[in-house]
């Protein structure tokens, strides 16, 4: 069974940072690219990040660029994502997507405020 579990959300003050982290199984998560992606309250969802199953190369939205870092280790099966300087606007449910067959996790709540 495939399943995408995330953690790693919560409140933090403006300016703090916090490290995401997304479980997968019932695939190896290596193997393909991957993605983050958030959805504030009353908007639809934003892409936040891409890493690319061959070479590991990233991608990620003007929004989070120089603040947000992608990343993944093979042998523990796990995406991440760290988040630093985070801003209000950065408040959200923040899923993990497996690309390929566009299914996400059941997400975790980012609340930036102080």
């Known amino acids: 069974e495939v399943q995408l579990v995330e953690s790693g959300g919560g409140l933090v003050q403006p300016g703090g940072s916090l490290r995401l982290s997304c479980a997968a199984s019932g695939f190896t998560l290596g193997r393909y690219d991957m993605s983050w992606v958030r959805q504030a309250p009353g908007k639809g969802p934003e892409w936040v990040s891409n890493?690319?199953?061959?070479?590991?190369?990233?991608y990620y939205a003007d929004s989070v660029k120089g603040r947000f870092t992608i990343s993944r280790d093979v042998a523990k099966n796990t995406l991440y994502l760290q988040m630093n300087s985070l801003k209000p606007e950065d408040t959200a449910v923040y899923y993990c997507k497996w690309n390929y067959y566009n299914i996400r996790g059941q997400g975790t709540q980012v609340t930036v405020s102080s």
């Open positions: 890493i690319t199953s061959v070479g590991g190369t990233t």
